[in-house]
């Protein structure tokens, strides 16, 4: 969903910058990450505060002009702007139904994995250390 959530981001700030709302700046990381009090939603992002001095604005005027452009998604039920210019998303029941979704299809496979186990991951073989 961090993929999905930044390519929205970078289409706003795209549509943004079109329409004249924001200036030419350059960010490389759009802060997506999830918010440690559930309350700011399900994903949040800081890009509007790391673009503030490249983009020579406030940051709650820029998280405005990313909000105003933000593409429409099923995925999203909305999209918020809290304090001083995080942008925090809240996701929609049918987005938290597919998370749901996969890990029944998924039963006690969901969530495993061999990182970290000292095996080397090689496609269609595993070497163990």
Not at 1 to 29: C, Y
Not at 99 to 114: A, H, K, L, M
Request: net charge negative; glycine share 8%; with cysteine.
């Amino acid at each position: 969903m961090s993929d999905k959530i930044e390519a929205m981001l970078r289409q706003a700030i795209t549509d943004a910058r079109s329409a004249g709302d924001l200036p030419a700046f350059e960010v490389d990381e759009l802060g997506v990450e999830r918010p440690a009090d559930s309350s700011n939603g399900d994903w949040t992002s800081t890009v509007a505060l790391r673009s503030a001095r490249p983009a020579h604005m406030s940051p709650a005027r820029i998280a405005s002009a990313i909000v105003a452009h933000m593409p429409e998604s099923p995925s999203l039920s909305r999209v918020e702007i809290a304090g001083p210019g995080f942008i925090n998303f809240y996701l929609s029941a049918a987005s938290n139904n597919e998370v749901f979704r996969t890990i029944c299809e998924q039963g006690e496979d969901y969530g495993r994995s061999n990182l970290g186990g000292g095996a080397e991951q090689v496609p269609g073989r595993v070497h163990l250390s």
